[in-house]
């Protein structure tokens, strides 16, 4: 299966993935574009690193958002992606894609669903509002993604605890190695393998 990764910053989601092309459970899996928000994105690099294509795409450099949206239709058709992986993206996507590509995009959310969700909640900001609100696990959830922020069907999740000397630097680290780097590729697996199935806006993985 050829996937497309979109990402914002610095790619360590898509290091997962490439990683597990390489030696991990995605062997058969092909990264065929990342798509980045902004071009000082240090997952560029590794990108290129990788012989990954990349291409940046601001909306800010578009006469409108639809005009935008387009262009990233044309680039996903054009990589001949089945799946686009959002792995630290941090636009909205436009109506166009998520339409075209529906039940075909999954993101990362570095929190339990629904906690800690929606407009706004990215980077370190949802591992502080865990710590203020004294919540005893967090983690990180795989889901579909629809037009409104982390909303659609729930893939994955995975939880640690949160232990008392906890900052939120420190659970955002232990959240992405333990939970997002691991889930995040396993999705893709489960995708790849025609287990997943969406009814109704709940996703079932049939093993
Ligand atoms: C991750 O915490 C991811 O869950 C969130 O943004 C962060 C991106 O990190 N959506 P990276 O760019 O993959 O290192």
Redesign the pocket.
């Known amino acids: 299966m050829k996937i497309a990764v979109f990402?914002?910053?610095?790619?360590?989601?898509?290091q997962a993935i490439i990683d597990n092309t390489k030696t991990g459970i995605l062997q058969d899996i092909e990264i065929v574009l990342v798509l980045s928000s902004s071009p000082d994105a240090y997952?560029l690099t590794r990108a290129a690193d990788n012989g990954i294509k990349s291409v940046v795409l601001r909306s800010a450099d578009f006469a409108d958002k639809a005009e935008w949206d387009q262009k990233v239709v044309e680039e996903v058709k054009a990589s001949g992606a089945e799946l686009v992986v959002?792995?630290?993206?941090l636009s909205l996507l436009g109506p166009k894609i998520v339409s075209e590509y529906s039940n075909r995009i999954i993101?990362?959310?570095?929190a339990l669903i629904p906690s800690f969700c929606g407009a706004g909640m990215?980077?370190i900001k949802p591992h502080r509002a865990a710590l203020a609100r004294g919540v005893k696990v967090s983690g990180?959830t795989v889901h579909f993604v629809n037009e409104n922020y982390d909303e659609g069907p729930i893939l994955l999740q995975k939880s640690v605890d949160v232990l008392p000397d906890d900052t939120p630097e420190i659970l955002?680290k232990r959240?992405?190695k333990e939970c997002?780097w691991e889930i995040l590729p396993k999705a893709i697996r489960l995708i790849a393998d025609g287990k997943v199935e969406i009814n109704n806006n709940i996703a079932y993985v049939r093993e």
């Open positions: 990402v914002s910053g610095g790619g360590t989601n898509l997952a959002l792995a630290g993206y993101n990362i959310h570095p990215y980077g990180a955002q959240i992405m997002e």
